[in-house]
Protein backbone atom coordinates (compact mmCIF):
# COMPACT_ATOMS: atom_id res chain seq x y z
CA UNK A 1 0.00 0.00 0.00
CA UNK A 2 1.28 3.16 -0.90
CA UNK A 3 2.37 5.14 2.37
CA UNK A 4 0.55 7.88 3.37
CA UNK A 5 1.01 11.15 5.85
CA UNK A 6 -0.66 14.73 6.16
CA UNK A 7 1.18 17.81 5.14
CA UNK A 8 2.35 19.69 8.23
CA UNK A 9 1.40 22.76 5.58
CA UNK A 10 -2.09 22.15 5.33
CA UNK A 11 -2.40 21.55 8.55
CA UNK A 12 -0.75 24.56 10.23
CA UNK A 13 -3.50 26.41 8.11
CA UNK A 14 -5.80 25.83 10.78
CA UNK A 15 -8.94 26.81 9.00
CA UNK A 16 -12.02 24.09 7.90
CA UNK A 17 -12.23 24.77 4.44
CA UNK A 18 -11.26 21.45 3.56
CA UNK A 19 -15.06 20.45 4.68
CA UNK A 20 -16.39 23.50 3.56
CA UNK A 21 -15.83 22.28 0.36
CA UNK A 22 -18.68 20.14 -0.10
CA UNK A 23 -20.47 20.98 3.46
CA UNK A 24 -22.78 23.54 1.43
CA UNK A 25 -24.73 20.45 0.24
CA UNK A 26 -25.46 18.73 3.41
CA UNK A 27 -28.09 20.84 5.81
CA UNK A 28 -29.10 18.47 7.84
CA UNK A 29 -33.09 18.90 8.52
CA UNK A 30 -34.73 19.68 11.45
CA UNK A 31 -38.20 18.03 11.36
CA UNK A 32 -41.31 17.41 13.51
CA UNK A 33 -43.82 19.29 15.61
CA UNK A 34 -43.32 21.82 18.26
CA UNK A 35 -40.30 24.06 19.11
CA UNK A 36 -37.24 23.10 16.91
CA UNK A 37 -34.91 20.82 18.75
CA UNK A 38 -31.24 21.75 19.80
CA UNK A 39 -28.69 21.08 16.29
CA UNK A 40 -27.39 17.33 16.67
CA UNK A 41 -23.06 16.89 16.48
CA UNK A 42 -23.31 15.99 12.93
CA UNK A 43 -25.49 19.51 12.63
CA UNK A 44 -23.14 21.53 14.04
CA UNK A 45 -20.38 19.78 12.24
CA UNK A 46 -22.14 21.33 9.00
CA UNK A 47 -22.96 24.30 10.21
CA UNK A 48 -19.12 25.16 11.15
CA UNK A 49 -18.18 23.82 8.28
CA UNK A 50 -20.08 26.49 6.42
CA UNK A 51 -18.83 29.35 7.92
CA UNK A 52 -15.69 27.65 6.98
CA UNK A 53 -14.43 26.80 10.60
CA UNK A 54 -13.23 23.87 12.29
CA UNK A 55 -16.22 21.49 13.87
CA UNK A 56 -15.16 20.06 17.03
CA UNK A 57 -14.11 16.34 16.50
CA UNK A 58 -16.51 14.57 18.08
CA UNK A 59 -19.07 16.11 16.13
CA UNK A 60 -16.44 15.88 12.68
CA UNK A 61 -16.87 12.14 13.73
CA UNK A 62 -20.63 12.31 13.93
CA UNK A 63 -20.86 13.92 10.91
CA UNK A 64 -18.86 10.93 9.11
CA UNK A 65 -20.74 8.43 10.44
CA UNK A 66 -24.27 10.20 9.41
CA UNK A 67 -22.97 10.32 6.04
CA UNK A 68 -21.55 6.62 6.28
CA UNK A 69 -25.38 5.33 7.59
CA UNK A 70 -26.84 7.86 4.91
CA UNK A 71 -24.96 6.32 1.92
CA UNK A 72 -25.07 2.81 2.77
CA UNK A 73 -29.32 2.83 1.86
CA UNK A 74 -28.58 5.58 -1.13
CA UNK A 75 -25.26 4.77 -2.28
CA UNK A 76 -26.29 6.89 -5.51
CA UNK A 77 -26.13 9.98 -3.66
CA UNK A 78 -23.31 12.22 -5.21
CA UNK A 79 -23.47 15.21 -2.95
CA UNK A 80 -23.01 13.07 0.04
CA UNK A 81 -20.32 10.83 -0.97
CA UNK A 82 -18.15 14.68 -1.89
CA UNK A 83 -19.26 15.49 1.72
CA UNK A 84 -18.44 12.44 3.09
CA UNK A 85 -14.65 12.62 1.17
CA UNK A 86 -13.98 15.95 1.99
CA UNK A 87 -14.91 15.24 5.90
CA UNK A 88 -12.81 11.80 5.65
CA UNK A 89 -9.60 14.43 4.88
CA UNK A 90 -9.99 16.78 7.40
CA UNK A 91 -10.01 14.15 10.01
CA UNK A 92 -6.90 12.94 8.56
CA UNK A 93 -5.58 16.40 8.86
CA UNK A 94 -6.71 16.81 12.52
CA UNK A 95 -5.71 13.98 13.74
CA UNK A 96 -2.42 13.16 11.27
CA UNK A 97 -4.36 9.76 10.36
CA UNK A 98 -2.93 8.61 7.21
CA UNK A 99 -5.71 5.87 6.97
CA UNK A 100 -8.28 8.55 6.04
CA UNK A 101 -7.13 9.64 2.83
CA UNK A 102 -7.21 6.68 0.91
CA UNK A 103 -11.07 6.71 2.12
CA UNK A 104 -11.28 10.02 1.46
CA UNK A 105 -10.19 9.61 -2.04
CA UNK A 106 -12.53 6.68 -2.97
CA UNK A 107 -15.25 8.82 -1.67
CA UNK A 108 -14.55 11.62 -3.80
CA UNK A 109 -14.09 9.20 -6.63
CA UNK A 110 -17.86 8.34 -6.35
CA UNK A 111 -18.87 12.08 -6.29
CA UNK A 112 -19.34 11.97 -9.30
CA UNK A 113 -17.01 15.02 -10.94
CA UNK A 114 -18.97 17.55 -9.20
CA UNK A 115 -17.04 20.81 -8.45
CA UNK A 116 -17.17 20.59 -4.75
CA UNK A 117 -15.90 16.87 -5.18
CA UNK A 118 -12.82 18.56 -7.25
CA UNK A 119 -12.33 20.55 -4.14
CA UNK A 120 -12.01 18.01 -1.99
CA UNK A 121 -9.81 16.43 -4.85
CA UNK A 122 -7.06 19.23 -4.65
CA UNK A 123 -7.47 19.29 -0.29
CA UNK A 124 -6.54 15.81 -0.63
CA UNK A 125 -3.71 16.21 -3.19
CA UNK A 126 -2.70 19.09 -0.90
CA UNK A 127 -3.01 17.05 2.49
CA UNK A 128 -0.20 14.48 0.45
CA UNK A 129 2.10 17.16 -0.06
CA UNK A 130 1.05 16.77 -4.11
CA UNK A 131 1.32 20.65 -4.56
CA UNK A 132 0.86 20.76 -8.42
CA UNK A 133 -1.94 17.95 -8.32
CA UNK A 134 -3.42 20.33 -5.70
CA UNK A 135 -2.92 23.37 -7.90
CA UNK A 136 -4.40 21.47 -11.02
CA UNK A 137 -7.98 20.96 -9.26
CA UNK A 138 -7.85 24.39 -7.56
CA UNK A 139 -7.45 26.13 -11.27
CA UNK A 140 -9.86 24.10 -12.74
CA UNK A 141 -12.58 24.51 -10.34
CA UNK A 142 -11.67 27.95 -10.35
CA UNK A 143 -12.27 28.50 -14.02
CA UNK A 144 -15.24 26.46 -13.55
CA UNK A 145 -16.78 28.41 -11.41
CA UNK A 146 -14.01 31.82 -10.41
CA UNK A 147 -16.57 33.30 -7.32
CA UNK A 148 -16.81 29.62 -5.55
CA UNK A 149 -14.47 30.88 -2.36
CA UNK A 150 -14.01 27.61 -1.20
CA UNK A 151 -11.86 26.84 -3.89
CA UNK A 152 -9.35 29.38 -2.96
CA UNK A 153 -8.08 27.86 0.11
CA UNK A 154 -6.58 24.61 -1.77
CA UNK A 155 -5.26 27.35 -4.20
CA UNK A 156 -3.49 29.01 -1.62
CA UNK A 157 -2.26 26.09 0.18
CA UNK A 158 -1.15 24.89 -3.12
CA UNK A 159 0.98 27.86 -4.33
CA UNK A 160 2.89 28.16 -0.65
CA UNK A 161 3.99 24.51 -1.14
CA UNK A 162 5.39 25.63 -5.01
CA UNK A 163 6.70 28.46 -3.36
CA UNK A 164 4.73 30.38 -5.68
CA UNK A 165 4.25 32.97 -3.18
CA UNK A 166 2.86 35.78 -5.45
CA UNK A 167 0.11 33.72 -6.59
CA UNK A 168 -0.79 32.50 -3.23
CA UNK A 169 -0.74 36.21 -2.44
CA UNK A 170 -3.08 36.89 -4.97
CA UNK A 171 -5.69 34.16 -4.37
CA UNK A 172 -5.79 35.60 -0.48
CA UNK A 173 -6.70 38.85 -1.92
CA UNK A 174 -9.61 36.95 -3.76
CA UNK A 175 -10.50 35.18 -1.12
CA UNK A 176 -11.16 38.35 1.21
CA UNK A 177 -13.12 39.72 -1.63
CA UNK A 178 -15.48 36.75 -1.68
CA UNK A 179 -15.66 35.57 1.84
CA UNK A 180 -15.50 36.96 5.41
CA UNK A 181 -14.64 35.46 9.06
CA UNK A 182 -12.31 33.52 10.68
CA UNK A 183 -11.57 31.36 7.79
CA UNK A 184 -9.89 35.00 5.83
CA UNK A 185 -8.75 36.48 8.91
CA UNK A 186 -6.64 33.16 9.55
CA UNK A 187 -5.45 33.12 5.66
CA UNK A 188 -4.68 36.80 5.71
CA UNK A 189 -2.45 36.20 9.31
CA UNK A 190 -0.63 33.55 6.89
CA UNK A 191 -0.07 35.59 3.97
CA UNK A 192 1.18 38.75 6.10
CA UNK A 193 3.66 36.11 8.29
CA UNK A 194 5.27 34.51 4.75
CA UNK A 195 5.69 38.92 3.74
CA UNK A 196 7.79 39.52 7.19
CA UNK A 197 5.17 41.86 7.94
CA UNK A 198 4.82 40.82 12.16
CA UNK A 199 2.26 43.49 13.53
CA UNK A 200 -0.32 43.01 10.36
CA UNK A 201 0.18 38.61 10.97
CA UNK A 202 -0.45 39.35 14.67
CA UNK A 203 -3.42 41.70 13.87
CA UNK A 204 -5.18 39.45 11.55
CA UNK A 205 -4.53 36.68 13.61
CA UNK A 206 -6.36 38.62 16.79
CA UNK A 207 -9.42 38.86 14.42
CA UNK A 208 -9.84 35.10 13.67
CA UNK A 209 -9.84 34.63 17.13
CA UNK A 210 -12.55 36.92 17.79
CA UNK A 211 -14.31 35.73 14.72
CA UNK A 212 -13.83 32.08 15.18
CA UNK A 213 -17.24 30.52 15.64
CA UNK A 214 -16.54 26.81 17.53
CA UNK A 215 -14.57 26.21 20.23
CA UNK A 216 -12.13 24.01 17.73
CA UNK A 217 -11.82 26.97 15.83
CA UNK A 218 -10.54 29.67 18.32
CA UNK A 219 -8.37 27.39 19.60
CA UNK A 220 -6.62 26.70 16.40
CA UNK A 221 -6.65 30.69 16.03
CA UNK A 222 -5.13 30.95 19.25
CA UNK A 223 -2.35 28.18 18.34
CA UNK A 224 -1.74 30.50 15.62
CA UNK A 225 -1.19 33.27 17.83
CA UNK A 226 1.16 31.12 20.06
CA UNK A 227 3.27 30.66 16.94
CA UNK A 228 3.41 34.11 16.14
CA UNK A 229 4.45 35.32 19.65
CA UNK A 230 7.26 32.25 19.31
CA UNK A 231 8.37 33.30 16.11
CA UNK A 232 9.44 37.19 17.54
CA UNK A 233 11.23 35.82 20.44
CA UNK A 234 8.70 35.78 23.53
CA UNK A 235 8.15 32.39 25.14
CA UNK A 236 6.15 33.35 27.31
CA UNK A 237 3.58 35.27 25.65
CA UNK A 238 3.37 32.35 23.10
CA UNK A 239 2.54 30.18 26.55
CA UNK A 240 -0.24 32.22 27.09
CA UNK A 241 -1.89 31.58 24.23
CA UNK A 242 -1.01 28.07 23.88
CA UNK A 243 -2.69 27.51 27.23
CA UNK A 244 -5.73 29.26 26.07
CA UNK A 245 -5.99 27.13 23.60
CA UNK A 246 -5.28 24.09 25.17
CA UNK A 247 -8.25 25.29 27.61
CA UNK A 248 -10.83 24.87 24.81
CA UNK A 249 -9.66 22.34 23.55
CA UNK A 250 -7.43 20.21 26.59
CA UNK A 251 -5.66 17.81 23.38
CA UNK A 252 -5.23 20.08 20.94
CA UNK A 253 -2.03 18.83 19.13
CA UNK A 254 -0.81 22.23 17.19
CA UNK A 255 -0.95 23.88 21.11
CA UNK A 256 1.19 20.79 22.34
CA UNK A 257 4.10 21.33 20.42
CA UNK A 258 3.95 24.62 20.79
CA UNK A 259 3.75 25.02 24.69
CA UNK A 260 6.37 22.48 24.69
CA UNK A 261 8.91 24.22 22.65
CA UNK A 262 7.87 27.41 24.98
CA UNK A 263 8.66 25.84 27.94
CA UNK A 264 11.72 24.50 27.05
CA UNK A 265 12.78 28.33 25.89
CA UNK A 266 11.77 28.99 29.49
CA UNK A 267 14.08 26.77 31.07
CA UNK A 268 11.13 24.42 32.20
CA UNK A 269 12.46 21.31 30.22
CA UNK A 270 10.93 18.63 32.22
CA UNK A 271 7.47 19.76 31.24
CA UNK A 272 8.34 20.58 27.72
CA UNK A 273 9.68 17.18 27.32
CA UNK A 274 6.02 15.81 29.08
CA UNK A 275 4.33 17.90 26.66
CA UNK A 276 6.51 16.85 23.65
CA UNK A 277 5.30 13.61 24.68
CA UNK A 278 1.79 14.09 24.72
CA UNK A 279 2.08 16.03 21.61
CA UNK A 280 3.60 12.94 19.68
CA UNK A 281 1.05 10.86 20.85
CA UNK A 282 -1.79 13.14 19.59
CA UNK A 283 -0.26 14.10 16.79
CA UNK A 284 2.71 12.54 15.71
CA UNK A 285 4.24 14.86 12.46
CA UNK A 286 7.07 14.35 11.14
CA UNK A 287 8.24 17.43 12.73
CA UNK A 288 7.58 17.28 16.29
CA UNK A 289 9.65 13.73 15.87
CA UNK A 290 12.34 16.14 15.09
CA UNK A 291 12.35 19.01 16.69
CA UNK A 292 11.64 16.56 20.65
CA UNK A 293 14.55 14.72 19.53
CA UNK A 294 16.62 17.84 19.25
CA UNK A 295 15.14 18.46 22.32
CA UNK A 296 16.23 15.29 24.04
CA UNK A 297 20.03 15.44 22.35
CA UNK A 298 19.97 18.88 24.12
CA UNK A 299 19.54 17.51 27.51
CA UNK A 300 21.99 14.63 27.20
CA UNK A 301 18.71 12.39 26.71
CA UNK A 302 20.68 10.73 23.77
CA UNK A 303 18.72 7.03 23.81
CA UNK A 304 15.40 8.76 23.74
CA UNK A 305 16.86 11.05 21.07
CA UNK A 306 17.86 8.06 18.99
CA UNK A 307 14.54 6.50 19.00
CA UNK A 308 12.40 9.50 18.07
CA UNK A 309 14.83 10.19 14.78
CA UNK A 310 14.53 6.70 14.11
CA UNK A 311 10.51 6.72 14.57
CA UNK A 312 10.87 9.68 11.90
CA UNK A 313 12.87 7.83 9.60
CA UNK A 314 10.97 4.38 10.04
CA UNK A 315 7.69 6.51 9.26
CA UNK A 316 8.42 6.46 5.43
CA UNK A 317 6.76 9.62 5.17
CA UNK A 318 5.54 10.55 1.42
CA UNK A 319 5.65 14.62 1.69
CA UNK A 320 8.46 14.78 4.98
CA UNK A 321 11.52 15.73 2.71
CA UNK A 322 12.26 18.94 4.86
CA UNK A 323 12.23 17.22 8.17
CA UNK A 324 13.59 13.94 6.51
CA UNK A 325 16.43 16.40 4.88
CA UNK A 326 17.65 18.61 7.91
CA UNK A 327 17.10 15.07 10.30
CA UNK A 328 19.82 13.49 7.73
CA UNK A 329 22.07 16.74 7.60
CA UNK A 330 22.36 17.12 11.36
CA UNK A 331 22.14 13.58 12.57
CA UNK A 332 22.72 11.36 9.58
CA UNK A 333 24.03 11.14 5.89
CA UNK A 334 24.12 14.84 4.48
CA UNK A 335 24.96 13.38 1.14
CA UNK A 336 21.43 11.65 1.61
CA UNK A 337 19.40 14.95 2.54
CA UNK A 338 21.11 16.52 -0.61
CA UNK A 339 19.91 13.61 -2.71
CA UNK A 340 16.19 13.81 -0.97
CA UNK A 341 16.21 17.73 -1.22
CA UNK A 342 17.24 17.98 -4.62
CA UNK A 343 14.47 15.72 -5.59
CA UNK A 344 11.93 17.53 -3.88
CA UNK A 345 12.86 20.74 -5.69
CA UNK A 346 13.26 19.01 -8.98
CA UNK A 347 9.55 18.66 -8.35
CA UNK A 348 8.68 21.88 -8.00
CA UNK A 349 8.62 21.84 -3.95
CA UNK A 350 10.05 25.26 -4.23
CA UNK A 351 8.74 27.31 -1.13
CA UNK A 352 11.35 28.31 1.13
CA UNK A 353 11.14 25.76 3.89
CA UNK A 354 12.47 23.18 0.98
CA UNK A 355 15.07 26.00 0.15
CA UNK A 356 16.69 26.27 3.36
CA UNK A 357 16.65 22.59 3.98
CA UNK A 358 18.57 22.12 0.63
CA UNK A 359 20.83 24.85 1.22
CA UNK A 360 21.87 23.39 4.58
CA UNK A 361 22.14 19.98 3.54
CA UNK A 362 24.68 21.25 1.07
CA UNK A 363 26.93 23.16 3.26
CA UNK A 364 26.82 19.85 5.77
CA UNK A 365 27.92 17.98 2.77
CA UNK A 366 31.07 20.26 2.13
CA UNK A 367 29.01 22.55 -0.75
CA UNK A 368 28.81 25.76 0.70
CA UNK A 369 28.96 27.85 -2.22
CA UNK A 370 25.91 26.33 -3.86
CA UNK A 371 24.35 26.01 -0.18
CA UNK A 372 24.52 29.85 -0.05
CA UNK A 373 22.23 30.66 -3.64
CA UNK A 374 19.48 28.19 -1.84
CA UNK A 375 20.19 30.15 1.51
CA UNK A 376 19.80 33.35 -0.10
CA UNK A 377 16.72 32.47 -1.64
CA UNK A 378 15.02 31.53 1.50
CA UNK A 379 15.58 34.38 3.41
CA UNK A 380 15.38 36.91 0.90
CA UNK A 381 11.55 35.94 0.00
CA UNK A 382 10.04 37.85 3.34
CA UNK A 383 9.49 35.58 6.02
CA UNK A 384 11.43 36.43 9.22
CA UNK A 385 12.80 32.76 10.32
CA UNK A 386 15.80 32.81 12.59
CA UNK A 387 16.87 29.21 11.51
CA UNK A 388 17.17 30.28 8.39
CA UNK A 389 19.21 33.68 8.78
CA UNK A 390 21.26 30.64 11.17
CA UNK A 391 21.55 28.63 8.36
CA UNK A 392 22.69 31.04 6.16
CA UNK A 393 25.34 32.68 8.58
CA UNK A 394 26.85 29.28 8.93
CA UNK A 395 27.38 29.17 5.12
CA UNK A 396 28.88 32.36 4.86
CA UNK A 397 31.50 31.74 7.67
CA UNK A 398 32.60 28.68 5.89
CA UNK A 399 32.96 30.99 2.63
CA UNK A 400 34.70 33.61 5.23
CA UNK A 401 32.18 35.92 4.65
CA UNK A 402 32.78 37.30 8.22
CA UNK A 403 30.76 40.17 7.75
CA UNK A 404 27.68 38.77 6.81
CA UNK A 405 27.83 35.71 8.70
CA UNK A 406 28.48 38.08 11.88
CA UNK A 407 24.97 40.28 11.02
CA UNK A 408 22.94 37.35 10.11
CA UNK A 409 23.68 35.48 13.70
CA UNK A 410 22.94 38.36 15.42
CA UNK A 411 19.73 38.59 13.14
CA UNK A 412 19.15 34.80 14.14
CA UNK A 413 19.48 35.43 17.69
CA UNK A 414 17.37 39.02 17.81
CA UNK A 415 14.74 37.84 16.07
CA UNK A 416 14.44 34.56 18.45
CA UNK A 417 16.89 33.94 20.87
CA UNK A 418 15.50 30.54 21.91
CA UNK A 419 15.07 29.16 18.13
CA UNK A 420 16.59 25.80 18.74
CA UNK A 421 17.53 23.75 21.27
CA UNK A 422 20.36 22.39 19.57
CA UNK A 423 21.13 25.26 17.28
CA UNK A 424 20.71 28.45 19.08
CA UNK A 425 23.74 27.68 21.74
CA UNK A 426 25.88 27.24 19.09
CA UNK A 427 24.60 30.80 17.00
CA UNK A 428 25.79 32.14 20.66
CA UNK A 429 29.60 30.66 20.43
CA UNK A 430 30.15 31.69 16.75
CA UNK A 431 29.18 35.39 17.92
CA UNK A 432 31.35 34.63 20.58
CA UNK A 433 34.07 33.51 17.69
CA UNK A 434 33.56 35.99 15.40
CA UNK A 435 34.47 38.83 17.93
CA UNK A 436 32.88 42.34 17.31
CA UNK A 437 32.67 44.21 14.45
CA UNK A 438 35.22 45.76 13.24
CA UNK A 439 35.66 49.36 13.45
CA UNK A 440 35.92 50.20 9.63
CA UNK A 441 32.86 48.07 8.85
CA UNK A 442 30.70 50.28 7.24
CA UNK A 443 27.62 51.64 9.10
CA UNK A 444 24.94 50.09 7.04
CA UNK A 445 26.51 46.63 7.87
CA UNK A 446 26.50 46.84 11.36
CA UNK A 447 23.91 45.31 13.66
CA UNK A 448 20.73 47.95 14.31
CA UNK A 449 21.15 48.16 17.88
CA UNK A 450 24.92 49.10 16.84
CA UNK A 451 23.69 51.96 14.18
CA UNK A 452 21.48 54.44 17.19
Do not use: C
Request: charge should be neutral; avoid cysteine.
Amino acid sequence: MRPENVSRTVLASGVGAVLAATALLYVPELTGAGPPRPPGPAERAAHAANAGAQAALPDLAALIGDREKWLRAHPGDGASWAVLGAAYTERGLRRADPADLPRAEAALKRAAGALDAQVGLGALANARGDWATGKAWGERVRKADPKRWSAYPVLIDAYNGLGDYKAAGKATETLAELHAGAVVSARSAQLYRDRGWREDADAAALDAVALAETGADKAAALSRLGDLAWERGEPAQALAQYGAALGLVPDHGPSLAGRARSLAALGRTEEAVRDWRAAIERLPLPGHLLEAGELAESLGRDAEARALYERLRAGRWPDAEVELGLLDADHGNPSEAVRRLRAAWAAGHRSVRVADALGWALYRAGEPKEALEYARRATDEGLRSALFTYHRAEIERALTDLSPARRHLAEALRTNPHFSPLLAPRAKEAVAALGDFPEQLPADARPAKERS
